[in-house]
Nanobody, 119 residues
């Protein structure tokens, strides 16, 4: 299964972008889907996740600005990013996990999409 992320680009501070991530197999059900990011010179960090049941979790630095959602029928996950700041500049990666048991799981990564926020 492959993940394809899209929607990145260049935006001014205060602007918005919407990232999308599509799984190559629509019927491959992921328990968790989410977004990570890696800024230049920094480690990769979690941005937001959502479960198949609709539970969501956000990093503190995006709460109130970003919204994660998913379409289970299309096996896609989205990240609506509002009030963007220059510090949000990073490569954003789609991530998904499927569990077969408590210890048996597989994780998948998309190729990343660049988000650049100018001041």
């Amino acid at each position: 299964v492959q993940l394809q992320a899209s929607g990145g680009g260049l935006v001014q501070a205060g602007g918005s972008l919407r990232l999308s991530c599509a799984a190559s197999q629509v019927n491959f059900n992921f328990n968790v889907m989410g977004w990570y990011r890696r800024a230049p010179g920094k480690q990769r960090e979690l941005v937001a996740t959502t479960t198949s049941g609709g539970d969501t979790d956000y990093a503190d630095f995006v709460k109130g600005r970003f919204t994660i959602s998913r379409d289970n029928a299309k096996n896609m996950v989205y990240l609506q990013m509002n009030s963007l700041k220059p510090e949000d500049t990073a490569v954003y990666y789609c991530h998904a996990v499927r569990y077969w048991s408590d210890i048996d799981h597989a994780a998948y990564w998309g190729q990343g999409t660049q988000v650049t926020v100018s001041s």
